[in-house]
């Protein structure tokens, strides 16, 4: 079974960092796209970033709310994904997950995704 579990959220003052973690199992890493979206109360799930893990440096998306802000990487010898968010607002509290995509390629809709991991809490207080 293809699993995805994430890490990393926490209550952090405006202006802090976070790193966010996705560990995959059941799936050959190598092979995948992965890509973080979050969903703050009351609002659509949006697309944070995305990574192929095929092609680390030519394929990754920012969404215009964190470009500048964040950046997505991959361990692919650990199987994880990370987020690393900094300068963090009030606007980006929201719960945060991971997903999968077995073709590898990069993409920005939530349906586009296979898998998906069950939620971290990411709180900013201002």
């Known amino acids: 079974d293809v699993q995805l579990q994430a890490s990393g959220g926490g209550l952090v003052q405006a202006g802090g960092s976070l790193r966010l973690s996705c560990t995959a199992s059941?799936?050959?890493?190598?092979?995948?796209?992965y890509g973080w979206f979050r969903q703050a109360p009351g609002k659509e799930r949006e697309g944070v970033s995305t990574?192929?893990?095929?092609?680390?440096?030519?394929?990754?998306w920012y969404s215009d709310s964190v470009k500048g802000r964040a950046t997505i990487s991959t361990d692919n010898a650990k199987n994880t994904v990370y987020l690393q968010m900094n300068s963090l607002r009030p606007e980006d509290t929201a719960v945060y997950y991971c997903?999968?995509?077995?073709?590898?390629?990069?993409?920005?809709?939530?349906?586009?995704?296979?898998?998906w991991g069950q939620g971290t809490q990411v709180t900013v207080s201002s």
């Open positions: 997903a999968a995509r077995s073709d590898g390629l990069i993409a920005t809709d939530a349906t586009d995704y296979d898998y």
């Open positions: 059941g799936v050959n890493f190598d092979d995948y796209a």
């Open positions: 990574i192929s893990a095929r092609d680390r440096d030519a394929n990754t």
